[in-house]
């Protein structure tokens, strides 16, 4: 509500300013009756577009992760909910299911790590509106098609995934384009919360599979969530724009402010040389992307494997599971606000200086998750285990205000932190698909925590060593091939500002 208030109050206080310096006069505009549309700005609505897009976008690519354990049911489940579905995953009888689970689930970022490049280009070419619009149907028919190619054969299920994982992929940087053209840096930081939308999407996923799947059966779970991104992708195909002069119902006022704060800064951005062969040399660079692989590899283990762990060991009901599944990540929701906001008061009050401010926080989101997912696999005591899960989960978001705001801190000059950005994301993001595998093959029999604890040791000795690799290497001093870019001092400092609050609360999971 408080970035919805600011957003409609920058507007309206710029709309006053220009009434006393521009010749021409809103009189007219004024007098006639406005409709209600009129009242609520342009941004604020792409900022609900931004939200619910990545919240629906991580339902479809989330909702396999759960719904797997019903599809391929072990035979020593206690869940009676599969009852309600006649329908199985087709596995031939020589395959090994746990290696078919692992290869299903990491198929879907097989694709989505080349695909961010792709989307650039694509953006570039065709627009936001139709990179983002188009990627989310495919992901959405995607999903519509599930219950159908299960029942052929799970390869079938395996290139419909990697489909999604492209597309998928695609979303990332089509979004980045759009926030270039229609929010001004003061706004950005807060604008940049709507991608935040991805963590809500991951705890509201798991709670509504265990309903559905205890309901009605594990099908409906693709149903409900493509009819969704139909809908979604509907209500963007009308309300979204690439550019504000696009946009046929935004005022005369709220044009020229994005105009006046974003134009300059879109021209000038084309003339940054990103300087590749040093970043590819740079340790500092490479401290991010190696402690970064760490975190995902721990962050998937409870992501993806999570729903399985706690179906096969703890032998949870589907609604009991999609509850204790989902809730973690509703509440790294606000960590991850909690941690920047504490981050930010560090450095304002001189307490630590930037460069052990980053690698405090990077410690919290590794060395933390890492005990405690290796103490996981030795704890008899459900109550103990979830609140240790729980907090693990929560401590993961500390990089936000870690190793992930190092990024604009090393290359503050405009374009060149998301050059490091894309290079980090690059590596890390292929922990999305090892860790899985590397549970599949670990884990061939599900209901042995023995082998869990081998996944759980593997992931925490992952997590510490690349922290180590971090504390060694990483800093906070701006690098020296990090050109400046041209234009205005104070402007290029207050750029500088604005989108080190933007990567603070950017999320990164890769995301």
């Not at 159908?148 to 979303?171: C, E, N």
């Not at 093959?441 to 925590?449: C, G, K, P, R, Y």
Request: charged share 10%; net charge neutral; proline share 4%.
């Amino acid at each position: 509500m408080y970035i919805c208030i600011q957003i409609f109050h920058k507007t309206k206080m710029y709309s006053a300013v220009k009434s006393r310096s521009v010749t021409y006069s809103f009189s007219q505009q004024e007098n006639a009756p406005k409709k209600i549309g009129d009242k609520i700005p342009a941004r604020l609505v792409l900022y609900f577009l931004s939200w619910s897009g990545f919240l629906v976008s991580f339902m479809m690519r989330n909702d396999m992760n759960f719904a797997l354990v019903a599809m391929i049911p072990n035979d020593n489940s206690t869940n009676s909910e599969i009852n309600n579905s006649s329908l199985t995953l087709s596995v031939g009888p020589g395959d090994s299911t746990s290696i078919v689970k692992s290869v299903i689930i990491s198929s879907f970022y097989w694709c989505y790590v080349i695909s961010q490049v792709v989307g650039g280009i694509a953006t570039q070419a065709f627009g936001t509106k139709s990179v983002f619009g188009w990627s989310q149907l495919a992901t959405a028919l995607c999903s519509l098609l599930m219950p159908m190619a299960a029942q052929l054969h799970f390869g079938i299920v395996i290139v419909l995934r990697s489909v999604q994982g492209f597309a998928s992929g695609l979303t990332w940087p089509a979004m980045y384009a759009l926030v270039g053209y229609w929010i001004p840096l003061s706004e950005r930081s807060r604008f940049m919360s709507s991608f935040q939308g991805f963590s809500i999407g991951i705890g509201l996923t798991y709670p509504l599979c265990g309903f559905l799947i205890s309901e009605f059966g594990w099908c409906y779970v693709f149903y409900t969530t493509g009819l969704l991104g139909i809908v979604w992708c509907i209500t963007w195909y009308f309300l979204a724009f690439n550019t504000p002069r696009e946009h046929p119902r935004i005022t005369q006022e709220e044009l020229n402010y994005i105009e006046h704060n974003v134009g300059k800064e879109v021209q000038k951005s084309v003339s940054v040389k990103v300087p590749w062969l040093q970043i590819f040399k740079s340790l500092p660079a490479w401290a991010i992307a190696i402690t970064t692989f760490g975190r995902i590899f721990v962050h998937y283990i409870f992501i993806v494997c999570g729903p399985t762990f706690m179906n096969h060991i703890l032998k949870f009901e589907f609604g009991t599971n999609g509850f204790l599944s989902g809730m973690p990540f509703i509440c790294s929701y606000i960590s991850s606000v909690l941690f920047c906001y504490v981050a930010d008061k560090l450095l304002l009050h001189n307490v630590l200086c930037l460069t052990n401010v980053r690698k405090l926080f990077t410690a919290l989101s590794q060395i933390i998750p890492g005990l405690l997912i290796y103490c996981i696999g030795y704890i008899s005591n459900i109550y103990l285990l979830i609140t240790l899960w729980f907090i693990a989960v929560i401590f993961i978001t500390a990089s936000y205000a870690g190793a992930m705001a190092n990024i604009i801190d090393i290359a503050p000059n405009y374009g060149h932190s998301a050059a490091v950005l894309a290079f980090c994301q690059t590596i890390h993001m292929s922990a999305s698909f090892i860790s899985p595998l590397m549970t599949g093959f670990l884990v061939t029999q599900e209901d042995s925590i023995e082998q869990w604890r081998n996944v759980f040791e593997l992931a925490a000795i992952v997590s510490v060593f690349t922290y180590v690799v971090y504390q060694i290497f990483a800093t906070a001093e701006i690098q020296p091939w990090n050109i400046k870019r041209p234009g205005n001092l104070n402007e290029n400092n207050e750029s500088i500002r604005n989108v080190d609050e933007s990567i603070s609360t950017l999320p990164m999971e890769m995301k």
